[in-house]
């Protein structure tokens, strides 16, 4: 038994589940569920539930040596929620430092200048940074310390047969799924940088994102010794 291997797959499953239940505080949220979709239009829900689940399996096979059977699952969750959290880390991240308006919602706030003591003004909605970071970063960089310090390498088929489909699939789904629940949320989608565009612009969006995941599992893979 590696506690080192506990550490981290227990470590980073409880922050994860910490920073989603963190949600339910959120003055944001009766707003969000009560739209089409709720939680699940969101990609970063999506990211930290696989990133999640790939914990809590990683962890059963630290403890439970014996269930050998759930490696495969293990290194299939691995190979489809690693880059899946890359992309998600990499996209926030971007945007919350240099365009924050693109990924963050707005909320109405009471206007401490204004004379009106009841005006309200549109304001950027910043969740606690360590909610943020539990669930932006934390899954990321949890399952690259996953990859690098207790995984070997994935073959060639894997990387360049069954990963390109893994994310063709699910950016597919996604998209679809995101634009659907658009449509029934009167044309607002779970980020204003999907809102803000036209449908073309949204489905280069769905596109890139899309290649950015098998190319970024391809350059952690050949990093890996």
Not at 32 to 48: D, R
Request: hydrophobic share 50%; aromatic share 16%.
């Amino acid at each position: 038994m590696s506690f080192s291997r506990i550490i981290l797959h227990a470590g980073a499953a409880s922050i994860i589940f910490y920073g989603y239940n963190g949600l339910k505080q959120l003055e944001v949220y009766p707003e969000m569920t009560a739209q089409y979709g709720g939680f699940w239009q969101y990609l970063t829900i999506q990211g930290i539930y696989l990133s999640g689940l790939t914990m809590v399996v990683s962890l059963m096979l630290d403890v439970f040596p014996m269930f050998g059977s759930l490696r495969p699952l293990k290194r299939l969750l691995l190979m489809f929620t690693l880059p899946l959290n890359v992309v998600i880390s990499s996209i926030y991240w971007s945007l919350v430092l240099f365009l924050p308006a693109m990924i963050l919602q707005k909320t109405k706030a009471l206007s401490d200048d204004s004379p009106s003591y009841h005006a309200m003004i549109e304001m950027l909605f910043y969740i606690p940074l360590d909610m943020d970071l539990a669930l932006h970063a934390v899954p990321a960089i949890a399952l690259t310390l996953d990859f690098f310090l207790f995984e070997r390498r994935y073959s060639h088929k894997a990387i360049n047969v069954l990963a390109p489909l893994l994310a063709f699939a699910y950016t597919v789904w996604y998209g679809w799924w995101v634009e659907r629940c658009g449509a029934r949320n009167n044309g607002m989608f779970p980020y204003p940088f999907l809102t803000n565009n036209p449908f073309h612009t949204r489905l280069a969006i769905y596109a890139g994102a899309g290649l950015i995941a098998p190319l970024s599992f391809r350059l952690l893979n050949r990093m890996h010794t």
